[in-house]
């Protein structure tokens, strides 16, 4: 019997797999006799942030991540569309009843079963946790120990540009005194615009965090926001992330008032991470702010930077590409507890961690999808494709490997990524069911 901890969309998806492979499974969730501080409905698979779950376009990131989960035969998907509500392009769901009828699906397969209790040790035997970014203490502590370094605070992340957004008459490769291989690309900027930027930036507004947070909200100093770093003083910034000491701008021959530097998020070299840049202003403000950076004037962002409490592994260097433990691997991992970020984000990764159980058990390879699939990308971003520290990443077209020809009008490109993306699923599917 597969032991599954939570009953989110990643544990629901993931009991989904097993069960329509013939093999037993027990969903173990804790409410409704305990809560997060972010759950209230009684059901399965419960929205708690936002209605919407992303956009439906076929050349969107997310439309492309809910076609590639209908092709693996996804739960939420079906349920979702059966309980959209009106949102223009985006697929939205009556929550409660999203809820219910995901519910309803669960409890009525005969091989699956879903006990009330709260699990705080992780269990013997066969067991998927996804347990979310709100893991309660025990098990979260039960997870440290096994799993050693365990994030569990307030995560200011960084926001991600693509590299092929960005003005390279503008910006220059270089590493600090020329140490290393020129990895970081710098946007060089004189005092006039830095102090444009500075002016921006410290009259920027803020996003609100949310009740359980405000209640445990720390700033911590190693993962400072840029903005609460900048109201210390107009020069403060310029003796931290953006110090332009052992950097010379090779076109001029001088070094900068001040220097952005942008190093590589995937190995690929397609996204790059604004160093030291973690922040909670309003995604819209950071659009308005960070692109009066030089040479990001008209960056695409693929992930704006966030500031909420999270819990997530350092999968990279814990997990395997089909979710399991490189450890122990009757251990697998799903939802955002493993680094992806996002509802059907994590709704996907249950579908490949219970998939892959279930083809364990049945004595078959583990299904690894191509990473030109959406969901291929993502696997291979939180198991080993990261470059740098590790944080949570939601699906975007940069993630995936560039098309072999340029495409410059953005929309022909997307369909181009997504057209690419299915027929590499259905190929994989074919060759490998």
Not at 51 to 58: D, E, F, I, M
Not at 96 to 107: C, R
Not at 350 to 376: F, S
Request: proline share 4%; net charge negative; glycine share 10%.
């Amino acid at each position: 019997m597969v032991k599954i901890i939570g009953g989110g969309l990643a544990g629901c998806e993931a009991a989904w797999q097993l069960a329509n492979a013939g093999i037993e499974c027990t969903i173990y969730e804790m409410k409704p006799h305990k809560y997060t501080p972010a759950h209230h409905y009684k059901g399965l698979a419960e929205l708690v942030c936002s209605n919407s779950l992303k956009a439906a376009r076929h050349d969107s990131a997310a439309g492309l991540l809910k076609e590639e989960m209908e092709l693996l035969g996804s739960l939420i998907v079906p349920c979702a569309k059966e309980n959209a509500v009106e949102a223009g392009g985006a697929l939205a769901v009556d929550r409660e009843k999203f809820s219910d009828a995901v519910t309803e699906k669960i409890v009525n397969h005969p091989l699956i079963h879903v006990v009330d209790e709260e699990i705080t040790t992780i269990p013997d035997g066969d067991v998927i946790i996804a347990t979310g970014p709100l893991t309660a203490d025990g098990l979260a502590e039960s997870i440290r120990e096994k799993c050693g370094d365990y994030l569990s605070f307030f995560d200011a992340a960084a926001p991600i540009v693509t590299f092929e957004s960005l003005d390279m008459e503008k910006v220059f490769f270089a590493s600090r005194y020329d140490r290393g291989d020129a990895d970081y690309i710098n946007c060089p900027m004189n005092k006039e615009e830095y102090l444009e930027f500075y002016n921006a930036l410290i009259t920027a507004e803020s996003a609100p965090l949310k009740e359980f947070d405000k209640r445990d909200f720390k700033v911590y100093e190693g993962c400072m926001p840029v903005e609460v770093l900048a109201k210390r003083g107009e020069d403060t910034m310029r003796f931290g992330p953006l110090k332009p000491v052992g950097l010379t701008d090779k076109r001029t021959g001088k070094r900068p008032y001040a220097v952005v530097q942008l190093r590589k998020e995937n190995a690929e070299g397609t996204m790059y991470n604004l160093v030291g840049f973690q922040t909670n202003l309003k995604f819209g403000e950071q659009k308005r702010v960070f692109s009066k950076i030089t040479g990001l004037e008209n960056a695409e962002f693929v992930r704006y930077g966030v500031m909420h409490r999270n819990s997530f592994i350092d999968s990279p260097r814990l997990l395997d590409a089909s979710y399991s433990l490189k450890s122990d691997g009757r251990i697998y991992f799903a939802g955002q507890i493993t680094g992806v970020e996002g509802y059907i984000e994590s709704a996907a990764s249950g579908i490949m961690a219970g998939r892959n159980l279930a083809r364990k058990l049945q004595g078959k390879k583990p299904l690894v999808l191509p990473v030109d699939t959406m969901i291929g990308g993502l696997t291979a971003y939180i198991s080993g494709g990261c470059s740098g520290d590790f944080q949570p990443m939601g699906c975007n077209m940069g993630i995936l490997p560039e098309l072999p020809e340029r495409i410059k009008d953005k929309k022909l490109k997307y369909k181009a990524y997504a057209d690419r993306a299915v027929g590499s699923m259905k190929k994989y599917l074919e060759e490998n069911e």
